[in-house]
Protein backbone atom coordinates (compact mmCIF):
# COMPACT_ATOMS: atom_id res chain seq x y z
CA UNK A 1 0.00 0.00 0.00
CA UNK A 2 2.92 2.64 0.92
CA UNK A 3 4.93 1.68 -2.34
CA UNK A 4 1.49 2.39 -4.16
CA UNK A 5 1.07 5.67 -2.44
CA UNK A 6 4.62 6.58 -3.46
CA UNK A 7 4.01 5.90 -6.94
CA UNK A 8 0.88 7.42 -7.16
CA UNK A 9 2.56 10.54 -6.03
CA UNK A 10 2.15 11.10 -1.67
CA UNK A 11 4.87 12.76 -0.17
CA UNK A 12 4.17 11.83 3.16
CA UNK A 13 1.95 8.74 4.52
CA UNK A 14 -0.08 8.37 7.64
CA UNK A 15 -0.57 4.85 8.98
CA UNK A 16 -4.25 4.03 11.09
CA UNK A 17 -4.91 4.47 13.62
CA UNK A 18 -3.26 7.78 13.32
CA UNK A 19 -3.33 10.41 16.33
CA UNK A 20 -4.76 13.81 15.61
CA UNK A 21 -1.61 15.50 16.73
CA UNK A 22 -0.04 13.38 13.88
CA UNK A 23 -2.10 14.22 11.56
CA UNK A 24 -1.85 17.98 12.33
CA UNK A 25 1.75 17.61 12.42
CA UNK A 26 1.27 16.66 9.19
CA UNK A 27 -1.25 19.47 7.68
CA UNK A 28 1.09 21.91 9.16
CA UNK A 29 3.77 20.49 6.98
CA UNK A 30 1.68 20.60 3.91
CA UNK A 31 0.98 24.15 4.58
CA UNK A 32 4.27 24.88 4.94
CA UNK A 33 5.39 23.12 1.48
CA UNK A 34 2.88 25.17 -0.21
CA UNK A 35 4.19 28.66 1.06
CA UNK A 36 7.51 27.59 0.45
CA UNK A 37 6.63 26.75 -3.21
CA UNK A 38 4.28 29.59 -3.81
CA UNK A 39 7.25 31.69 -2.77
CA UNK A 40 9.89 30.19 -5.05
CA UNK A 41 9.34 31.70 -8.64
CA UNK A 42 11.35 30.44 -10.85
CA UNK A 43 13.06 27.30 -8.69
CA UNK A 44 16.32 25.91 -9.13
CA UNK A 45 17.04 22.01 -8.32
CA UNK A 46 18.86 22.53 -5.26
CA UNK A 47 15.39 24.24 -4.02
CA UNK A 48 13.14 22.28 -4.92
CA UNK A 49 15.59 18.94 -3.44
CA UNK A 50 15.62 21.06 -0.28
CA UNK A 51 11.87 21.64 -0.24
CA UNK A 52 11.25 18.06 -0.69
CA UNK A 53 13.90 16.46 1.48
CA UNK A 54 16.06 14.70 -0.96
CA UNK A 55 18.78 16.77 -0.02
CA UNK A 56 19.90 18.33 3.46
CA UNK A 57 19.66 22.05 3.72
CA UNK A 58 23.09 22.95 3.23
CA UNK A 59 24.26 20.23 1.12
CA UNK A 60 24.99 20.97 -2.91
CA UNK A 61 25.92 18.82 -5.95
CA UNK A 62 29.66 20.76 -6.93
CA UNK A 63 30.70 20.10 -10.54
CA UNK A 64 33.38 17.40 -11.33
CA UNK A 65 36.41 19.04 -10.18
CA UNK A 66 35.51 21.61 -7.77
CA UNK A 67 35.98 21.23 -4.01
CA UNK A 68 33.80 22.35 -1.29
CA UNK A 69 36.34 24.66 0.10
CA UNK A 70 37.18 26.55 -3.17
CA UNK A 71 33.65 26.88 -4.23
CA UNK A 72 33.20 28.95 -0.99
CA UNK A 73 36.11 30.52 -1.40
CA UNK A 74 34.86 31.96 -4.63
CA UNK A 75 31.12 32.60 -3.21
CA UNK A 76 32.70 34.30 -0.30
CA UNK A 77 34.61 36.79 -2.87
CA UNK A 78 31.91 37.29 -4.75
CA UNK A 79 29.44 38.39 -2.33
CA UNK A 80 32.45 41.13 -1.18
CA UNK A 81 32.42 42.39 -4.78
CA UNK A 82 28.69 42.62 -5.40
CA UNK A 83 30.11 44.92 -8.81
CA UNK A 84 31.47 41.90 -10.04
CA UNK A 85 35.04 40.75 -11.07
CA UNK A 86 36.39 38.77 -14.13
CA UNK A 87 37.50 35.44 -13.23
CA UNK A 88 41.29 36.33 -13.28
CA UNK A 89 40.65 39.16 -11.04
CA UNK A 90 38.49 36.32 -8.65
CA UNK A 91 42.03 34.29 -9.14
CA UNK A 92 44.02 36.74 -7.90
Not at 17 to 29: I, K, M, V, Y
Not at 52 to 78: C, H, M, N, Q, Y
Request: proline share 7%; with cysteine.
Amino acid sequence: VIRAALRAGALHYLIKPFSRSALQEQLRHVASLRTRLDKLGEARQEDVDQIFGTRPPGSRELPKGLAAPTADLVERILRDHPEGLSASECAE
